[in-house]
């Protein structure tokens, strides 16, 4: 993608990039997903879409991870790149659903994490994408993610998300079910809920 490519999920991202850093950064990765990191795999290649200040493609860097973080936020990715100078974080301007910078390469990830970005693409999108992020993963790596529940601030573009359906369509691109958990809101907000899933790559022959 190039610094001009425009995209409508990233809606109210740019103007907010800065009110939001300090609430992004108030948590952490291991706050987040404390009901999986036992399936966190061994340290190996990790690929964070839609790293938002890159919170947790640092602690992923720090536990061990080469760390790819795709960000299309010109704003946000500033952030995160003053605040987290891991040497081993790369960062990139790419985008769901086709993610081309990624796919025009030829790293495959151990690890792929999505906190808090799914609901942001529409249903279509979300069909293209799903097996396009299941490409990137290497045989038995794994797909951790995070999917808002509650009302869409004004100025951001957000969908419902139905879980049964998504873990179907993940399925169906060779993605393995290894959890389903639902948690409350890690900011505190009353009307926000959240699910997790993890999936792992199936070896198919
Ligand atoms: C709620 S923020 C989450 C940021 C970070 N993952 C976190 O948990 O703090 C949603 C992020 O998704 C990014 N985003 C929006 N549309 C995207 C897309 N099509 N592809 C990748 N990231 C996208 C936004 O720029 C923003 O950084």
Do not use: C
Request: proline share 6%.
């Amino acid at each position: 993608m190039n610094a001009d490519t425009k995209i409508a999920s990233n809606a109210g991202y740019a103007a907010e990039a800065d009110s939001l850093v300090a609430s992004y950064e108030s948590i952490t990765f291991e706050d987040i997903y404390a009901p999986i990191l036992n399936l966190l795999p061994q340290a190996g290649r990790a690929l964070d879409i839609g790293a938002g200040t890159g919170r947790d493609a640092a602690a992923l860097a720090k536990r061990g991870f080469l760390v790819h973080a795709a960000e299309p936020t010109a704003e946000l990715r500033a952030h995160a790149q003053r605040l987290h100078r891991e040497p081993t974080i790369t960062w990139t301007d790419d985008a769901l659903p086709d993610l081309p910078q990624l796919h025009a390469g030829t790293a495959r990830f151990d690890l792929i994490l999505m906190t808090a970005v799914w609901m942001h693409l529409d249903e279509e999108e979300r069909a293209r994408a799903l097996p396009r992020i299941a490409h990137l993963l290497t045989s038995s790596g794994r797909l951790f993610m995070t999917v808002r529940k509650g009302p869409v601030p004004p100025g951001r573009r957000m969908f419902p998300i139905p879980i049964e359906p998504l873990i179907a369509a993940a399925g169906e691109s060779g993605l393995a079910l290894l959890k389903n958990y639902e948690f409350s809101d890690r900011l505190g907000r009353q009307d926000v809920s959240w699910t997790m899933l993890a999936f792992e790559r199936e070896n198919r022959v």
